[in-house]
């Protein structure tokens, strides 16, 4: 009840601020119209079919990933004028289900600050987005990060807060400062802040409030000891299965052999934490997240008991083919996260299997073997990992990108290969299922081993539908589903 009297005051400070909010909604509208035109000139060849995707121009990280007023949202870090990295805005998606998205109008446009990446929280009356201003300034390193709230009473309108920022300065006055992921329990708000030390070591920072206007620091949640990077990106922090999973994103992590190989690397901590001292306990080292060639800055919500993980489906510094077409960057799929082992399982979100439509197909696969399919497609292969097994994944009618799926059990590692020299392989032992669960998009490939213990999210560039091959020296099974499509095209 606090909680909801608090927001809904918020809510009406907002729109007090009438005369500046005249002259977004023009620029709000503008760019709405911008869209809809700009849009006829996308080409589709990549467009994916069920996973998000920006309507024109670019997206990067997920935010604000929430069930708000009785449906999913999903923000992203967008730029409409260009299919390249721009001046952030916030582009917008709800859902029923995590599978089925609509756009929405953009969310939050740039005016003296960029709308860096952060969070939504509320209840049925009012939203409330926690979001990083990054701001130019005159002196070194010509940047500020400050935190900046902004509120919508009906879900699709935002306007920002007149007394931002709510939080102007990292305890040590760090300039990168960003990110914020808040949650509320009992009568209090907490947040969790990217930054670094002063000798540039990533480091995760908790606060709390009880009005989300006022800010008290508690503690620095966990820090690289100097091999974890310089800089830690989107955190994210909550319980699962009894333990409590500090995720982040580092910058700076070098590679190690089949590990962090991604220019920036996506992954957490285990531990426990305590309420009362605000500290953070580590119990097992940092692993990746997924292992695949473009996953980074997952966010997570939690809803009936159920933890749900998204990310965007893209690498910095990689070429990105559909940029070319008018677009670039999506949203991997939603997945379900458990705890296993000191490990996070990520399965599909339940809900996927209401994209299945006929054709089913169902068999064996000999060696050399070939099956076509369309664009969006669910595969099962199921084969004896006392043998080897290889799949090629290529485009009926070629591919700027294809892949190979490999197994080797003198090796013990699953590889995804993209034939660039650029390979990824891990470790699998199965602990369940023995299954790969494979699903296709128009330029996207994300591979879940059995029970989810290994992941892969790699983008793949076939043209014309999928390929498949089987250069196994087994035949393996095979049961495959058509997808529809579950986004704006
Ligand atoms: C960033 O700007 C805020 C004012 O908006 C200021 O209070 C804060 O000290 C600045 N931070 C740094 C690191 O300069
Ligand atoms: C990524 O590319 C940017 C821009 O070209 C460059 O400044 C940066 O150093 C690159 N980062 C890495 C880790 O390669």
Not at 195 to 215: A, I, P
Not at 432 to 441: E, F, H
Request: hydrophobic share 35%; with cysteine.
């Amino acid at each position: 009840m606090i909680l909801r009297i608090s927001l809904i005051l918020l809510a009406l400070l907002a729109i007090a601020n009438t005369r500046s909010v005249k002259n977004y909604e023009t620029s709000k509208r503008e760019l709405e119209e911008y869209i809809r035109d700009k849009k006829k000139d996308i080409d589709p060849r990549f467009r994916p079919h069920y996973h998000l995707a920006p309507p024109v121009g670019w997206m990067n990280d997920p935010n604000g990933f929430s069930f708000v007023m009785g449906e999913f949202h999903l923000f992203y870090q967008y730029y409409p004028y260009d299919s390249v990295w721009g001046p952030m805005h916030w582009g917008h998606a709800s859902s029923p289900d995590l599978v089925h998205w609509k756009e929405l109008p953009t969310a939050l446009i740039p005016e003296d600050e960029q709308c860096f990446s952060g969070s939504a929280v509320g209840d049925s009356n009012t939203m409330v987005l926690m979001y990083t201003a990054h701001s130019a300034t005159d002196t070194r390193p010509y940047y500020n990060e400050t935190q900046y709230l902004a509120f919508s009473t009906d879900g699709v309108n935002f306007d920002k807060h007149r007394g931002n920022p709510v939080l102007a300065r990292a305890p040590n006055g760090s300039p990168d400062f960003r990110d914020p992921k808040v949650w509320g329990r009992g009568r209090y708000w907490y947040v969790v802040i990217g930054s670094k030390t002063d000798d540039e070591r990533g480091r995760v920072l908790l606060y709390r409030s009880t009005d989300l206007l006022n800010w008290e620091f508690l503690s620095v949640l966990a820090e690289s000891d100097g091999d974890l990077g310089y800089m830690w990106e989107c955190p994210d922090f909550f319980e699962l299965d009894g333990k409590w999973v500090l995720l982040m994103s580092p910058q700076g992590v070098e590679e190690k052999g089949d590990r962090y190989k991604n220019v920036y690397q996506n992954g957490y901590i285990i531990g426990d934490f305590n309420y009362e001292t605000h500290e953070f306990v580590p119990e097992v080292e940092f692993q990746e997240m997924d292992y695949g060639h473009d996953f980074y800055a997952a966010q997570t919500l939690e809803k009936e008991g159920r933890r749900y993980a998204v990310a965007w489906f893209n690498m910095w510094n990689v070429t990105h083919h559909e940029a070319e077409d008018g677009w670039a960057g999506m949203m991997t799929t939603v997945r379900e996260m458990r705890l296993f082992n000191n490990r996070i399982l990520m399965k599909p979100v339940e809900t996927t299997v209401n994209l299945r439509q006929e054709p089913k197909l169902e068999g064996q696969l000999y060696l050399n073997e070939v099956v076509e399919f369309g664009q969006a497609v669910e595969l099962f292969i199921d084969a004896d990992l006392d043998q080897k097994i290889e799949l090629h994944l290529d485009g009926r009618s070629g591919a700027l990108s294809k892949v190979w799926l490999r197994w080797d059990p003198q090796v013990g590692k699953v590889v995804v290969d993209r034939g660039d020299g650029d390979v990824r392989q891990v470790e699998w032992e199965p602990i369940g299922s023995r299954t790969w669960r494979i699903l296709l998009d128009a330029s996207s490939l994300e591979l879940f081993c059995g029970e989810g213990e290994v992941v892969f999210s790699s983008r793949v560039f076939p043209l014309g539908g999928w390929r498949l091959t089987n250069l196994s020296p087994q035949p393996v099974n095979m049961l495959s589903y058509s997808l529809r499509r579950s986004v704006a095209d």
